[in-house]
């Protein structure tokens, strides 16, 4: 079989809750125990592409998805974790669901970094799941494309056009350049590198399963 294929030993771990309390400690540690720590937490786990060009500290493309830069920004990315992490973890298998969250995260953030670095932008402090989290957003949309998602608790969508829709608002953020201070670009990236990881990983179309052929 092919490796890249392998499949894991299907286990739960409850890995979304873990996730989430990592996340919830770490935003709590920045921003209730002082300055110094608050710097020093955002310098060392963020991703400024200024300070991996200058130290090489490769770890924060994957460390800045458990940092974030405001109580609505950990809670909406925390409560979308919940919502639909859960889901597909007893889908996939913790061990899949962890290794699907951090690669497609971490992917997120290369691609934000180089075209950062292309764009001449070292200052820009990246910081937030959401790259992990449209990729766990699309995951449930291919797993499960006939549930609906009610946004607000009101509008009521089925789980692949919201997926299809947030994709381009993200898209249109990006090409008009409004909504500024969000990483849109770091969004698109988690949704697509979750798109290759399913059809190299487990050999699925997402687009067959989105639209239900």
Known sequence: MNIIRQPFKYQSYNVVYWLIGINILIFMATYFLGGDIRVFLTIHLSMIPGVIVSHKWLWT?????????????VFFNMFGL????????????????????????????????????????????????????FAVQLAYAVFFPTSIIYIWGILPLRAPVMVLGFTALELFFSVTGRNTGVAHLTHLAGFAFGWLYFRVRFGISPLRRLLGR
Not at 61 to 73: A, E, I, K, P, R
């Open 61 to 73: 493309f994957v460390t800045y998805l458990f940092m974030h830069g405001s109580f609505g920004h």
């Open 82 to 133: 919940f919502i639909f992490g859960k889901h597909v973890e007893r889908q996939m298998g913790s061990k899949e669901f962890i290794l699907y969250y951090l690669v497609t995260g971490a992917l997120a953030g290369v691609f934000s970094f180089i075209v950062y670095y292309f764009t001449g932008s070292f200052r820009v402090i990246l910081m937030g799941a959401s790259g992990a989290l």
